[in-house]
């Protein structure tokens, strides 16, 4: 499994001090936070794009780097990272060739379905309330989630009016940026 070899490696890494280059406080010395793709291409592309080294920045990622709703897991943690944490720019950055552009939620759910999920699981799920093909669905262009999630943010009634947030949309090959919205804040 790939855990042994991770537990095999860190055993190394701690006892021969490797941490001691990364070794930095918990508050971001840049000030600012980041919502992006777990797109694999971007680990460390997009760091190294924006030079961002460990301890300069929060970075919250979810599949298409997206805000799915006001009160959805990465609006928490925005406000935590403005709020606690001293954050005081947001920055969303989507990409091109994202998996989650078009993603047909249909296919994600025969996915599921050769994975032993079965029609009461999704009978379960809907009888929570949740409308899993909303759900489950991607975005049309990356452009417009990015405009979506900014939007989301800059309309929320507990984001501090003075914080800037800004869209943008990173090449997962060049690393090239584009600025989708500049945020200026008030
Ligand atoms: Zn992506």
């Known amino acids: 499994m790939y855990l042994d070899e991770i537990l095999e490696h860190n055993k190394q890494f701690v006892e021969a001090k490797h941490y001691?280059?990364?070794q930095t406080s918990k508050l971001p010395n840049q000030k600012s936070v980041i919502l992006t793709?777990?797109?694999?291409?971007?680990?460390?592309?997009?760091?190294a794009a924006m030079n961002i080294k460990n301890g300069d920045v929060k970075m919250i990622k979810n599949a298409g780097g997206v805000i799915t709703g006001p009160y959805d897991s990465v609006v928490r943690s925005l406000l935590i990272a403005i709020n606690v944490l001293q954050a005081e720019e947001v920055l969303i950055i989507g990409h091109k060739d994202c998996g989650m552009q078009k993603l047909d939620p249909s296919f994600v759910m025969e996915q599921m379905s050769q994975r032993q999920v079965e029609n009461k699981d999704f009978q379960a799920v809907a009888d929570a309330g949740i409308d899993i093909k909303e759900w489950?669905?991607?975005?049309?262009t990356v452009e417009q989630s990015v405009e979506s999630s900014v939007d989301i943010l800059k309309k929320h009634p507990l984001m501090p009016a003075h914080?800037?947030?800004?869209?943008?949309?990173?090449?997962?090959?060049?690393?090239?940026?584009s600025l989708v919205a500049r945020g200026y804040g008030e």
């Open 136 to 140: 489950l669905a991607g975005f049309e």
């Open 20 to 22: 001691e280059p990364h």
């Open 37 to 47: 793709c777990m797109d694999t291409r971007l680990i460390e592309l997009l760091p």
């Open 163 to 177: 914080i800037p947030v800004h869209g943008l949309v990173i090449s997962p090959e060049t690393g090239e940026l």
